[in-house]
């Protein structure tokens, strides 16, 4: 079936340096990606919708300068959290729908875990 | 948009049935899912039901969708140790990704 796969699964930076995380479609296009954030014990809450091609959609209360999302290809959007700080340090998660709208099944990546010392 | 809200906590011996309960908000919401979210790992569909349906039975899983009420549940029968992790059930968020409750952990005991 369809995987969409995160890289990296683990990262640990220094505060004030940036750490780029890149969500791969691996056997299908995907014209809209979606990044998540989860906070422990928490649910997930959506950060932006990144689209292929154009800018991403950032939800409210989301930096945009903060997080940064390219999606270049069908097959990758990156999420460049700039600037990184103590309170950034989070599980993101992305996702990939093979379909439009609600069609088809939403695949999640693995998550990354980000510790910002 | 819609709005889910899930019991937080379910422990359960192994070999007994567990249930996970939902409720939701948005009556015209199409499609109700069910995730699965094991420790440090991303979320996995373990199944979704459509809102025209009332029951839906795939295996060890059945979904139960109370539309008047607007109640979701899913039941996992003869739950193994296996099964602990936190599910999640979600909804539809505008035009293409899902909304989620904050998740049931649930725990199995030998």
């Known amino acids: 079936g369809a995987v969409v796969s995160q890289h990296p699964s683990r990262v640990i930076c220094k505060s004030g340096t940036s750490v780029k995380i890149e969500c791969r479609s691996l056997?299908?296009?995907?014209?809209?990606m979606f990044w998540y954030r989860q906070f422990p014990k928490q649910s997930l809450m959506l950060m932006a919708t990144?689209?292929?091609?154009?800018?991403?959609?950032?939800e409210q209360g989301v930096e945009k300068d903060k997080f940064l999302i390219n999606h270049a290809s069908l097959t990758l959007s990156t999420l460049t959290v700039t600037s990184a700080h103590p309170e950034d340090s989070s599980f993101y998660i992305c996702?990939?729908?093979?379909?439009?709208?609600?069609?088809?099944?939403?695949?999640f990546g693995e998550g990354s875990r980000l510790t910002v010392l | 948009g819609e709005d889910v809200e899930q019991s937080l906590f379910l422990s359960v011996r192994e070999g007994d049935s567990s249930v996970i309960n939902c409720t939701y908000t948005?009556?015209?919401?199409?499609?109700l899912y069910w995730y699965k979210q094991e420790p440090g790992a991303g979320l996995q569909l373990l199944t979704y039901?459509?809102?025209?349906?009332d029951m839906k039975q795939d295996q060890r899983l059945t979904v139960l969708l109370n539309k008047k009420d607007k109640h979701l549940s899913l039941r996992i029968a003869d739950t193994q140790t296996g099964d602990s992790a936190i599910y999640f059930c979600?909804?539809?968020?505008?035009?293409?990704?899902?909304?989620f409750g904050k998740g049931t952990m649930l725990l199995v005991s030998p």
């Open positions: 996702s990939a729908r093979e379909g439009e709208g609600h069609t088809g099944e939403l695949f």
């Open positions: 056997d299908f296009q995907a014209t809209t």
């Open positions: 990144s689209n292929e091609g154009s800018k991403a959609t950032y």
């Open positions: 948005d009556s015209s919401s199409t499609y």
């Open positions: 039901i459509f809102s025209n349906m």
């Open positions: 979600a909804g539809p968020l505008g035009y293409s990704t899902l909304t």
